[in-house]
């Protein structure tokens, strides 16, 4: 989405995300390719929610996105 003229004259709207798994990611950059400000608020010391990598037998992994399967 492009910005018109007119739009371009008034300052960008600022938006708030809350959480920084998948879909907060997903609308964050979404709501940033379309002209907008935005911040994103995640509780935790990283980004992805439920997805992660990790180490099974020394091989790298992807752990985390089947649980959303399991609740």
Same mark, same amino acid.
């Given at each position: 989405m492009q910005r018109s003229q007119q739009d371009a004259d008034t300052p960008a709207r600022h938006v708030v995300v809350i959480g920084g798994g998948? =879909?907060?990611l997903a609308a =964050?950059? +979404?709501l940033v390719a379309s002209g %907008? +400000?935005?911040? %994103?608020l995640e509780a935790t010391d990283r980004l992805g929610g439920k997805l992660m990598t990790g180490e099974v037998a020394g091989v790298q992994v992807d752990l985390g996105a089947e649980s959303v399967l399991a609740r």
């Open positions: 998948i =879909a907060g =964050a950059h +979404r %907008l +400000r935005v911040t %994103l």
